[in-house]
């Protein structure tokens, strides 16, 4: 129950007090046509006893004995009968005693001075973009009581999982045919499971129904701000004593902009939203369709065509594919080449779940570098020969980022994609490679060549970027600036599934801006970020999407050490064994996450202990053979 729930909560309980007294008071009247008026126990200048605002003085209490004679007017001239009076009236009309009651009102009083403080110290924050990095923050700050608002320049919620037809700049979309490349279990929150019966790969369409039910089931729906674009973020006059920041946005349908302050902002627009794309010598002579990935929606509109696909991502290998099924040929032109996963591992299992283990994690530790790769090279190959395909790298496996497919060995086997090298060059209705003298006709060129990361909503000299190097804490927070209010939401490139690691990015920024968490020294940030500098670039290729890279469970345990969530796997050890081995030799759950610490949910132990039965469920659509 957020802080506005509690007080409308402690608001209706005065407010029946008051009414529960007045019904019993107006009930006793009608019984004695003539109550007797008694005056209240005290001094001049001093309020008289009440629940919340309402003055609950015992003036005429009902069922009074009438004493004419002796007592016409009630005065200090006779103390213990003014005392008597009150206090068998008190036990008549209420129940207890006097004092009793004058404890319950000072309590309720204190209560709701509390609260009404709190509410006054609460602070507000806003969070650009509903995405689900955006949703799940949203929820984090709830939880700690501080108020919030979600800007989304869109019509919908689900940020880039929400499909769309059309093409707009600095908004991207999935393909319509797009299905995530993390297993549902390792892609939840860690207090919503997704459904059982859901695929354990998701199509973008269940992704964001997905997004929608968490949205839904914890309140965040109502704190969106649909349709409404943020222009421009910069620190409040105050900014150096407060922390706050002023946040000036625009209503799409009638382009009235209004500025506001809020104590925190949380930038959640992801980094896909500025295209990369490469000046090759003659490209700007090319006659055919240029497009980025960030553009494509469908293969339609690529029938019998031939066309380039530039890239080896994820985007690069699924637009290949996608296109394949309808253009007359497909070429997949890389520098590199790439070690290709599989989203189908061990017996059929989700791969990313059965290599993303604390046991495997711990190995990686001591074993050296070239060996892990070593063990890794050999799996993948055992699906198929990567040198043999044309598609083995110089770079060892652990060195990229990992590019999955499970369709692509299949389209090189047909023949309807063909792997090519580097471009030398364009011509005005074809492509050179750097393999071959002689030009190959094209009629569309597809670059999937990643993205810029910018900023655009706050100026330069607040988030720097230095050759895509995000200048952030953690990947999170400026170092520079004296308070933790403004941070960024998902500017990382995971080994694994975003949307756990955002959601205890979020935690940890809620936990930062109540007080319960503090910021390192601008020192010890900035020796941070550079050491994650150095060791991206002394294990990954040089390219502009490994400058964010996080490996999920390491960077994942890093947030929860900060926000004070990560599990204790010795105390578990003796205390729950068989949680120990779930949690170690088990896939790492981003549901682990909610078994202590701040917030923790009681479903966590069930959800890890009960990831088989939810992965099968999905499978089990009929009954084999015996």
Same mark, same amino acid.
């Given at each position: 129950m957020n802080e506005r729930s509690r007080i409308a909560t402690s608001v209706r309980m005065s407010e029946y007090a008051n009414k529960k007294y007045r019904s019993r008071s107006s009930?006793?009247?009608? /019984? &004695?046509?003539?109550?007797?008026?008694?005056?209240?126990?005290?001094?001049?200048?001093?309020?008289?006893?009440? !629940?919340?605002?309402?003055?609950?003085?015992?003036?005429?209490?009902?069922?009074?004995?009438?004493?004419?004679?002796?007592?016409?007017?009630?005065? &200090?001239?006779?103390?213990?009968?003014?005392?008597?009076?009150? /206090?068998?009236?008190?036990?008549?009309?209420?129940?207890?005693? @006097?004092?009793?009651?004058?404890?319950?009102? +000072?309590?309720?009083?204190? #209560?709701?001075?509390?609260?009404?403080?709190?509410?006054?110290?609460?602070?507000?924050?806003?969070?650009?973009?509903?995405?689900?990095?955006?949703?799940?923050?949203?929820?984090?700050?709830?939880?700690?009581?501080?108020?919030?608002?979600? %800007?989304?320049? #869109?019509? +919908?919620?689900?940020?880039?999982?929400? !499909?769309?037809? %059309?093409?707009?700049?600095?908004?991207?979309?999935?393909?319509?045919?797009?299905?995530? +490349?993390?297993?549902? /279990?390792?892609?939840?929150?860690?207090?919503?499971?997704?459904?059982?019966?859901?695929?354990?790969?998701? =199509? &973008?369409?269940?992704?964001?129904?997905?997004?929608?039910?968490?949205?839904?089931?914890?309140?965040? @729906?109502? =704190?969106?701000?649909?349709?409404?674009?943020?222009?421009?973020?910069?620190?409040?006059?105050? !900014?150096? *004593?407060?922390?706050?920041?002023?946040?000036?946005?625009?209503?799409?349908?009638?382009?009235?902009? +209004? #500025? *506001? /302050?809020?104590?925190?902002?949380?930038?959640?627009?992801?980094?896909? #939203?500025?295209?990369?794309?490469?000046?090759?010598?003659?490209?700007?002579?090319?006659?055919?369709?240029?497009? =980025?990935?960030?553009?494509?929606?469908?293969?339609?509109? %690529?029938?019998?065509?031939?066309?380039?696909?530039v890239g080896i991502g994820n985007s690069a290998v699924d637009a290949a594919v996608e296109i394949s099924t309808v253009a007359k040929q497909v070429y997949l032109s890389t520098r590199r080449g790439a070690w290709l996963f599989q989203r189908v591992g061990p017996d059929g299992r989700p791969f990313d779940a059965a290599y993303t283990r604390r046991c495997l994690d711990a190995v990686n530790k001591v074993v050296p570098f070239r060996l892990s790769c070593w063990f890794m090279e050999h799996e993948l190959n055992k699906r198929f020969d990567h040198a043999a395909y044309g598609l083995k790298p110089k770079h060892r496996v652990l060195s990229q980022h990992p590019t999955i497919n499970d369709a692509l060995p299949n389209k090189l086997l047909s023949g309807t994609v063909i792997l090519r090298e580097d471009i030398k060059c364009f011509t005005e209705n074809g492509v050179v490679f750097k393999d071959d003298e002689q030009a190959i006709e094209i009629d569309a060129v597809v670059f999937a060549t990643g993205y810029k990361i910018e900023f655009p909503l706050v100026s330069g000299d607040i988030i720097r970027v230095e050759d895509n190097n995000v200048q952030l804490y953690k990947y999170m927070f400026p170092p520079h600036l004296p308070h933790p209010s403004l941070a960024v939401m998902a500017c990382v490139q995971v080994i694994g599934a975003v949307f756990p690691v955002a959601e205890l990015q979020g935690r940890w920024y809620a936990s930062l801006m109540i007080g319960k968490k503090k910021l390192p020294t601008k020192e010890i940030m900035q020796h941070d970020i550079k050491l994650k500098e150095r060791q991206l670039k002394e294990r990954y290729v040089s390219s502009p999407r490994h400058t964010v890279q996080v490996d999920y469970i390491p960077y994942s345990d890093e947030l929860a050490e900060l926000v004070g969530c990560k599990p204790d796997l010795r105390k578990i050890f003796f205390t729950d064994p068989k949680l120990f081995w779930a949690l170690f030799n088990g896939p790492s759950l981003p549901y682990q996450y909610r078994l202590c610490g701040p917030h923790p949910w009681s479903g966590a132990r069930a959800a890890i202990l009960g990831y088989n039965s939810r992965v099968l469920a999905a499978l089990n659509t009929r009954k084999s053979s015996k």
């Open positions: 009930s006793a009247s009608k /019984e &004695n046509k003539k109550p007797t008026s008694v005056l209240s126990r005290h001094t001049p200048g001093e309020r008289p006893l009440a !629940y919340t605002n309402a003055a609950l003085s015992v003036e005429t209490i009902p069922g009074t004995p009438v004493q004419p004679k002796r007592c016409s007017q009630l005065d &200090n001239s006779c103390p213990d009968l003014l005392s008597a009076t009150v /206090e068998d009236a008190v036990r008549k009309v209420l129940g207890g005693s @006097l004092h009793d009651l004058h404890q319950d009102v +000072n309590r309720i009083q204190r #209560t709701l001075s509390e609260i009404a403080l709190k509410m006054a110290e609460s602070k507000r924050i806003a969070i650009i973009g509903a995405g689900p990095c955006g949703l799940t923050a949203a929820k984090g700050c709830l939880e700690e009581g501080l108020d919030v608002v979600i %800007y989304d320049k #869109t019509d +919908n919620i689900g940020g880039l999982w929400c !499909y769309r037809d %059309y093409d707009q700049e600095g908004l991207p979309s999935v393909m319509k045919s797009t299905v995530i +490349n993390t297993s549902k /279990e390792m892609s939840a929150f860690s207090d919503f499971p997704p459904p059982a019966h859901f695929p354990n790969f998701m =199509h &973008n369409t269940l992704m964001f129904q997905y997004f929608k039910m968490y949205a839904e089931k914890f309140g965040v @729906l109502r =704190h969106v701000q649909l349709m409404t674009e943020v222009l421009e973020v910069s620190q409040s006059d105050d !900014y150096e *004593k407060t922390g706050r920041w002023k946040v000036t946005t625009r209503r799409m349908k009638d382009s009235v902009t +209004n #500025t *506001k /302050e809020f104590d925190g902002v949380l930038i959640a627009t992801g980094h896909h #939203t500025s295209p990369l794309v490469p000046d090759f010598p003659g490209l700007k002579s090319f006659k055919g369709s240029v497009i =980025h990935t960030h553009s494509l929606k469908k293969a339609a509109g %690529y029938e019998d065509k031939v066309v380039l696909v």
